[in-house]
């Protein structure tokens, strides 16, 4: 009986390993699968079937990088098979050039959804490929999409207007005519009608496509780019944040501070500044439900806090990322967006509650644990810099002294309890850049609390003149 009964376990738990371990394989099948039926169709429609082949060998190399999500794949994989299906459209005009066929345009939407180099050059590289063994093009064409497709993604590289979309689809245009020039230098009209032509128009049709898909790839692949962050980041417009400045202004300044310091922290180790400081406008967005109940919103009445049970105070603060997380999902935010509510606290101490349960307590039958926020910690180098500054600049504010080394004493002091915590174990933080957004915010708040030099009063003739209180109420402007 007992040999039975300690059997089970083990059974148990190599069930459980076998179900694991099928579950892993299944992208794995579902992406052969894939490549078979690719390779069939190819082959029915007389096109290479070496297709699938440098599509494997996508998959292949995302993997040893690192980044074989099958998210990702699949959304690389969507680009491709729009490609494929456009590439065969015009295939079927026999009066159309391929000249015209959009490459650069998949890369360009490659770097603008997922600001990845990696990405890009591969994309760039199999597009082209596919583009010209689908076409029967010699390697020429090949080359010169290629080369665009660079040129188009490197122009839109952190594009935050359209004018940027604009010229890099003049700069596709003009390095595919260069390219052209290089392989064939003689122009003669018919070159000028056939080949420099067609390149030049092509520059603005890939133009034309990432203006009108952007949005539509970047709702169905969840990627948010520049342009959504800079629409998000607008208070006038978004519904949100026009209703912390009202109904939370305390939160809404917290959040502007918290903003510009992750913004310039993000700067410093080269994350993506613009993700950070939206963000951070978003990330105390829960506190608007119960705003009386959080000091920058307490007005001098008293704190709400002073006739609640610690327990009580610690539902309510543990409540406002459940109220955050629900907001922003009814409003349709992007869940890179929403991912800065509750990651921005992690597994974090409520410290000041936890202390005075333990006082009340005497110590005795308080668990940590139920003061911790329920996390996840940081995943992405954004939300994490966004954690360090909100608790930085919750530190400084209270303060007595705003003097450069204490401020500096306590950015170090709180970034350092937060390393120690364990807080940014899951991020891609490295000791370095963790020293360089220490700095930076030191520099930053520095800065921001900045003395200010005191007026000396007018005198006359040895005597004080007494000022009207309209001057008193109005120093004179400091530069």
Known sequence: MAKTTGNKPTAGGSLSDQKSEIRSMLPSVLGCTILLLLGIVLGMCKYPVVIPVVLFFLGLHLWFFGKAKVRL???LGFLIAILIFGVDVINSYPHVTPLYI??????MLTMLLFNDLQLVFMMSFIASTIASLMTGSPISFMLTFFLSGLTGAYAVRGARTRGRLITAGIYVGLIQVLCALLLNPVVTPATFEL???P?????????????????IFETIFGEVTNFTLLELADASSQPLLKRMITEAPGTYHHSLIVSNLSEAAAEAIGANSLLARVGAYYHDIGKMVTPEYFTENQLVSGNKHDDLEPSMSRLVILNHVKEGIELARKHRLNQKIVDFIPQHHGTGLIFYFYQRALEEANGQGVEEENYRYPGPRPQSRETAIVMLADSVEGATRSLQEHSSSKIDDVVRKVINNRFIDGQLDECNLTLREIELISS????????MYHGRVRYPEKKTNGHHNKKSPDENSHPPASS
């Open 102 to 107: 959009p490459v650069a345009s998949f890369t």
């Open 440 to 447: 930076t915010f030191s520099r930053v708040l520095t800065v």
């Open 199 to 215: 390149l030049l128009i092509n520059g603005f049709i890939c133009f034309f496509i990432v203006v009108s898909t952007l949005k």
């Open 195 to 197: 080949v420099i032509k």
């Open 73 to 75: 794949f699949i959304n």
